[in-house]
């Protein structure tokens, strides 16, 4: 994994996560920080989004496996 992810807070609300990460992107050498969503199994959010993501390809997908894994999802 070349991007460093943190998630610094989070709550579960039923079937629901409400999570604040924190993106390192390598190749940007830039750090983004966001509130991101799990509704069930599906992530939501500008940070992982295909069109919306200032994140590199590689990084966003890094980021989505990474909280999959973690939140068990």
């Known amino acids: 994994m070349n991007c460093q ?3 610094t807070d989070f709550v579960e609300q039923n079937t ?3 999570m604040q990460v924190e993106v390192y ?4 050498n830039r750090r983004y920080q966001e509130e991101l969503r799990f509704l069930g199994d599906l992530l939501y959010g500008d940070l992982v989004h295909t069109k919306k993501s200032p994140l590199t390809e590689q990084c966003r ?7 999959k894994s973690y939140f068990d999802r």
Do not use: K
């Open 5 to 7: 992810i943190t998630v």
């Open 16 to 18: 629901a996560i409400y």
């Open 25 to 28: 992107d390598p190749q940007t």
């Open 61 to 67: 997908l890094e980021t989505i496996a990474y909280l």
